[in-house]
């Protein structure tokens, strides 16, 4: 599977970004896949931010529930990280990941990732 990401940036505290992972499968298919988002800071461990199943059950961490809304379009085989209130704290990079059918908390899971975007957030 390969994941690219996109629409990271700078923007201001109570802002909102939109981050899409595009995804391509050797037979075109995604809805087999858990899609998932983490972020990262430097010197810090990746952690799971967001997730969808393959069967469309929702993960979202305690620090973005309420803010983020994830969502998936396999016939554009997309997956949406809608950001909206973001904070100063969200300020990571964000990679998309997936893995097959359910998702899971342990980063060495997930079996492919993208190259990550940068979510800066500024106060």
């Known amino acids: 599977v390969q994941l690219v990401e996109s629409g990271g940036g700078s923007v201001q505290a109570g802002g909102s970004l939109r981050l899409t992972c595009a995804a391509s499968?050797?037979?075109?298919?995604?809805?087999?896949?858990?899609l998932a988002w983490f972020r990262q800071d430097p010197g810090k461990e990746r952690k799971r931010v967001a997730s969808i199943d393959s069967d469309g059950e929702l993960y979202y961490a305690a620090t973005v529930k309420g803010r983020f809304t994830i969502s998936r379009d396999d016939e554009q085989h997309t997956m949406i990280l809608q950001m909206n209130s973001v904070q100063p704290e969200d300020t990571a990079m964000y990679f998309c990941?997936?893995?097959?059918?359910?998702?899971?908390?342990?980063?060495?899971?997930?079996?492919?990732w993208g190259q990550g975007t940068q979510v800066t957030v500024s106060a």
């Open positions: 990941a997936s893995k097959n059918w359910y998702c899971q908390e342990d980063v060495w899971q997930y079996l492919d």
């Open positions: 499968t050797r037979t075109g298919a995604t809805y087999s896949l858990c």
